[in-house]
């Protein structure tokens, strides 16, 4: 029930009426620590193999720290391997997100073996973006076309031409980077005179978010967006949300992780999550043309 995000008050009136007997929320909490070495077992697991997709993201859980509420920073690392199979590398908390938390967190998750990440995608957080600049320099930074979109409205006047900006985002769905270049040079012209603020702004800053057009197109509505890891942060808020107020620290984080773990168990058992023969097929094609 804990697990389900069952509340430790309807925990106890659960339990009455199922079983003829109440459990405090001391003793309930007790039971759920020994979730703790379990889910530290697979936090700091060993990672054994290639993972060529990395998707970033953090989420805000509020904390009762020394008497005071506070928001603290899920970070989550979910890896795709060369088998196409989803995986959840890394769920850590923090007090905020920074460049600093970050790079201890990508640390992290290559001492414990992370290797031949060709492509991390994450949102345009300053920090994060340096963190992986930094402790991953061999991987292509996609940022998430969704949070650009969302971030162009700050550019634009409240009664804009809806066209604007439902134009600027056919752009992702062409087949290929020739393509999309061609109809931003055509939407940057069309739309110069009437918002200047945001054609600047977006052709200043587009370009990381069309990485995903190296990759075979069958990847791209994949990987070029964190559209992945933000379904998995909406399971977690429907269940933490009953909680609403951690009394700890190691309480959101033993939940968190419990969470995090029931999802990669489950997308072990399905089948795989994108066909990554193309993607041999594409570097093998590379290593022709370079010969």
Known sequence: MYVQGVSTRKGRAISEELCGHSFSASTISAVNKTLDEGLRKFAHRRLTEAYPYLILDARYEKV????????????????????????????????RESQSTWRDFLIGLKQRGLTGVEVAVSDDHAGLRKAIEEILPEAAWQRCYVHFLRNALDYLPRKA????????????????????????????????????KLTNW???????????????????????????????NEELRRRTRVVRIFPNAASCLRLTRALCVEAHEGWLEDKRYINMDVLWEARKDQLRKAA
Request: some cysteine; overall charge neutral.
């Open 64 to 95: 009762r720290e020394d008497g005071v509420i506070q928001s603290q920073a899920v970070l989550i690392a979910i890896g795709i391997n060369w088998e196409g199979q989803r995986q959840v590398l890394g769920v850590e908390l923090a007090n």
């Open 161 to 196: 031409d809806d066209d604007c900006l439902q134009e600027l985002r056919w752009l992702y769905a062409r087949r290929n980077l020739a393509e999309a270049q061609h109809d931003l040079a055509a939407w940057l012209n069309r739309w110069q005179k009437k918002y200047p």
């Open 202 to 232: 977006v052709e200043d800053n587009i370009g990381s978010t069309l990485t995903f057009y190296r990759l075979p197109r069958q990847h791209h509505k994949h990987l070029k967006s964190t559209n992945m890891l933000e379904r998995l």
